[in-house]
């Protein structure tokens, strides 16, 4: 009897342990997504360094004139520009939930 209570735990522990494990993925593996799609941006910028901080700036053209005006941003507003544009491309509705009082 406590071996059959004994074996019983031991496979609903391992059961939840293989449930969390699967719940998310590992962060090194949302880290180096990270990594990869800001290398990915970097490559439409110029790399500067300016006052010991490392600076990207890109061309861009502005409405009604000719002039191309330099657009440079820190490497840290940039990391958080490419993280702000992958949480947003993408967003997970979220689902409707029906009570007694929205159904009519």
């Known amino acids: 009897m406590t071996r059959h209570r004994i074996v019983t735990s031991i496979l609903l522990s391992a059961g939840v342990l293989l449930m969390t494990a ?57 990391r958080r520009a490419v993280e702000d544009w992958r949480r947003t491309r993408n967003p997970v509705e979220r689902p409707l939930h029906a009570t007694i009082g929205s159904i009519g």
């Open 22 to 78: 699967c719940a998310s993925p590992p962060r090194s593996q949302v880290g180096a997504l990270d990594e990869r799609y800001f290398q990915q941006e970097v490559r439409n910028y110029v790399k500067v360094e300016r006052d010991g901080q490392t600076v990207y700036c890109q061309k861009s053209a502005q409405i009604a004139t000719l002039i191309p005006v330099n657009r440079c941003v820190t490497e840290a507003s940039l």
